[in-house]
């Protein structure tokens, strides 16, 4: 196993505070996920250049691949990160990629109701989908997997951040 990497003095502090600080707004994120809050901006124009480069693979992939780039967008950072030798910091997209799951649980959870506002004058992906493939009837059980998914990934974001810098303090 690779040897953790020292965060020293003012370094290893601001990982530990932008842990927490991402502890704390996950929290407040998972517990009211259809709630709009700034990252929301960020996650929707990713969402949306997802029709623009999904769509020139068909209708099919190109209504999935708003979602494909909800994942890809910050596991690419988990990766890059990660083989960067940055493990701390990989936890910090990883979160990320949580956040999307709970977003995309809310978006999923409204096919068939159909509610959430969209941009432009499009149709509702997941309701296209869903009804699609037989399973509009399963978009709350469905929705109520990726919100768990999400929960998952942010605890593994949270304690792992949290044990990566304990691990690699010099007094440990």
Request: glycine fraction near 12%; aromatic fraction near 12%.
């Amino acid at each position: 196993m690779e040897e953790p990497k020292q965060f020293l003095g003012d370094q290893r502090r601001w990982r530990l505070l932008l842990t927490l600080v991402l502890a704390v707004y996950g929290w407040h994120c998972l517990r009211a996920p259809a709630e709009y809050r700034w990252l929301d901006s960020l996650d929707l124009a990713i969402h949306e250049a997802g029709h623009l480069i999904f769509g020139l693979g068909g209708d099919t992939l190109g209504t999935l691949g708003v979602t494909l780039m909800q994942l890809i967008v910050p596991g690419t950072f988990v990766l890059a990160l990660w083989r960067g030798g940055d493990h701390h910091g990989a936890t910090v997209p990883l979160w990320w990629l949580g956040q999307n799951c709970w977003n995309i649980s809310v978006y999923l959870k409204d096919a068939r109701a159909q509610e959430l506002p969209l941009v432009g004058t499009g149709e509702h992906d997941w309701a296209l989908l869903l009804d699609r493939w037989g399973w509009l009837d399963r978009d709350q059980t469905i929705g109520g997997v990726v919100y768990l998914d999400g929960v998952l990934i942010y605890t593994v974001a949270i304690v792992g951040g949290w044990m990566l810098l304990r691990r690699s303090s010099p007094s440990t």
